[in-house]
């Protein structure tokens, strides 16, 4: 009797812990782990949780999967490479409170001195505010998601945003 209910909490345990290891929800930021995950396009460690930028996308299941980007540059390229993929939801890490914040609600700011991981010299920010305050030290433009996302892909970005 005794072994059977330690089986049954064992087992028990054991599919609550598996449910908890899936995937990241289409409507929530994923998690990062600085130094250990790499940029689903370049390949690179993220490092810097300033540029850090997730896209959620449909995977093979139908599920929802995180793809983890170093630069706003590399997940707008991952995004123009793979054209096919469903886009459940995009997410920016605000450069002043490292905070994540939907990608497509960012105030961006494109600055060639601000140093970036991949050289896209582009960070986002919740508020208007904070983006002015950076444009003011380092000079640039400030731009919204759709207009920073046809400026980084050239031109070739005609998908609308989820």
Request: charged share 20%.
């Amino acid at each position: 009797m005794i072994r059977s209910l330690f089986v049954l909490t064992i087992t028990i345990l054991s599919l609550f812990i598996v449910a908890g290891c899936g995937d990241d929800a289409a409507d929530g930021p994923p998690v990062v782990h600085l130094g250990e995950d790499v940029c689903a396009e370049c390949g690179m460690i993220i490092s810097d949780e300033r540029f850090a930028a997730a896209t959620i996308i449909e995977d093979e299941r139908g599920g929802a999967t995180s793809l983890l980007f170093d630069d706003f540059n590399c997940q707008i390229n991952h995004e123009m490479n793979h054209r096919e993929t469903v886009i459940f939801n995009r997410w920016a890490h605000d450069h002043s409170t490292m905070e994540w914040l939907p990608a497509t609600d960012a105030v961006y700011v494109r600055a060639p001195d601000l140093r970036t991981p991949m050289a896209s010299h582009i960070a986002a920010f919740a508020k208007q505010a904070d983006a002015e305050a950076l444009q003011t030290d380092l000079g640039g433009d400030i731009l919204n998601f759709e207009a920073m996302r046809d400026i980084v892909s050239g031109g070739r970005s005609s998908a609308k945003s989820p």
